[in-house]
């Protein structure tokens, strides 16, 4: 989890005066996920007010009992409090003024300034603020240097203590505001994963996702954590023939801002156990295409070329069904990817694909336009999907860090397009199969350099009573790396 900064770069914490400085902090959301669906969006960079902080305090389910002494004293220096109805009743009577967060909390947190001009400020938030919390979203908006952190312990460490689970080993989701798909790619034989749910069947929902994956598990839900009506329950649920759990079995409402803990178990259904890994190549009918997909062999030769890092975005251009795309978020749950595809048909079975074999869905901000909104106003492992023909498609559309051309590229104007969008580092590949594409990239390949391979696959197949390979359609790939020597 991010660290809050370490003292001497904070500013000072304010003197509890009636007037002064705005130095004081603020609160919002319930426990480590109920910021995460409002923690998500925010400013692409921060928008500073010099002499405008805030204090963001974390609060637990025991309220004010838990606050340490300096999270007591931000809170009552403070001339207002903000954050979630939840947060404010747990300090209802120990604050000057509260204020209940609006809807559009990254909009809030940047505008504070002008909202708040000469107040101290204190933000609540449940456990870390740091960790799914309001306290990125201020830290984007305000700067570093204009935010005190003083965190209170997770839920996600709250659930592991109960649990008995080591944090570093367990995989953690969120599930408030995004949708539980994410949670299926974590999925595995022996596995711990944490879901931060955000409605009162998640339990359920998680309990699907498992049986569809063919394992079996226990599920044990943890509401309401640190507080007077915290409570545990278990509650086995498996796909897995052999497991002896009920398929059937569906967990009971809970809280709506809960923990799901699930436990693999080391079982799983044979035709599954490809799909539980990270490493590019998953077996062609994994997909849901009409036969337009780069082949599995390509595709992996593909990936390593493309080579996908935390949080950097593809712009996959003549998507098809999806099959890079979908590789490339199943990279990393922080990689993103705009797919491009001009039929409409293609474009739905990549974000099925994208969906089901990458836990990743569709975002766009709302209120504005598909170029204008761009990838980074979304949260990480997520997919826009153009319904157009590049290169027109490919304007205003955010820096990628790599490009994916796999349909089209013998288009006028695509590979000038994607090699000007391409940053210092930045990796283009493109693949042919017709001798038209491969005489183009002949030629981009003297002028810019790079790599060009041939990859030649062929598979066993029956000829009568014999084995023969059959050959596959060989495809020319040429990588390039902007600003890489020849």
């Known amino acids: 989890m991010p660290a809050s900064p370490p003292p001497a770069a904070r500013p000072a914490a304010p003197a509890p005066a009636a007037s002064g400085p705005v130095t004081s902090g603020y609160a919002a959301s319930t426990h480590a996920a109920s910021t995460h669906a409002a923690g998500a969006a925010g400013p692409a960079g921060p928008a500073r007010a010099v002499g405008f902080g805030v204090t963001v305090v974390g609060i637990g389910e025991d309220g004010w009992d838990g606050l340490g002494q300096p999270a007591r004293e931000a809170l009552a220096a403070a001339d207002v409090v903000l954050g979630g109805p939840r947060q404010l009743a747990l300090v209802a009577g120990r604050v000057r003024a509260s204020e209940a967060w609006p809807r559009d909390l990254a909009a809030a947190a940047a505008a504070l300034p002008e909202t708040h001009p000469g107040r101290r400020v204190a933000v609540l938030a449940s456990g870390d603020p740091m960790h799914y919390g309001v306290g990125w979203t201020l830290v984007r908006a305000l700067g570093a240097d204009q935010v005190r952190v003083l965190p209170a312990p997770s839920s996600i460490s709250l659930a592991c203590a109960r649990l008995g689970w080591p944090v570093e080993e367990a995989a953690v989701v969120s599930a408030v505001g995004r949708p539980y798909a994410a949670v299926g790619p974590e999925l595995r034989p022996g596995a711990r994963v944490l879901v931060l749910t955000g409605d009162e069947d998640g339990a359920a929902q998680v309990g699907r996702l498992v049986a569809e994956r063919g394992l079996d598990a226990e599920l044990t839900v943890l509401e309401r954590l640190g507080g007077p009506h915290e409570r545990v329950s278990a509650h086995p649920v498996g796909g897995h023939p052999a497991s002896g759990y009920p398929a059937s079995a569906v967990p009971p409402p809970h809280d709506r801002l809960t923990i799901v803990a699930v436990r693999c178990g080391p079982g799983l259904a044979a035709d599954a156990r490809a799909m539980t890994g990270r490493v590019p190549g998953l077996p062609d009918d994994a997909f849901a295409t009409d036969g337009v997909l780069t082949k599995q062999e390509v595709r992996a030769v593909t990936l390593a070329a493309l080579a996908p890092a935390p949080g950097e975005l593809l712009w996959d251009v003549g998507a098809g069904s999806g099959g890079i ?162």
């Open 325 to 486: 795309t979908t590789e490339w978020l199943r990279a990393d749950r922080r990689c993103r990817a705009v797919a491009i595809e001009p039929r409409a048909d293609r474009a739905a079975h990549l974000r099925a694909n994208a969906e089901r074999l990458a836990g990743a869905v569709e975002r766009t901000a709302a209120g504005t336009s598909a170029a204008a909104a761009g990838i980074r106003a979304t949260a990480p492992g997520t997919l826009r999907v153009v319904e157009g023909r590049a290169p027109g498609a490919l304007a205003g559309l955010p820096t990628p860090d790599a490009v994916f051309v796999g349909g089209g590229a013998s288009a006028p104007g695509v590979i000038e397009a994607c090699l000007a969008a391409l940053p210092p580092g930045g990796r283009l590949v493109v693949n042919a199969v017709t001798i038209e594409t491969e005489g183009l990239l002949a030629g981009w390949h003297r002028r810019a350099g790079g790599r060009l391979r041939r990859i030649a696959i062929s598979h066993a197949e029956p000829v009568g009573s014999f084995t023969a390979f059959r050959p596959a359609l060989p495809v020319t790939q040429w990588v390039h790396i902007n600003g890489a020597t020849r």
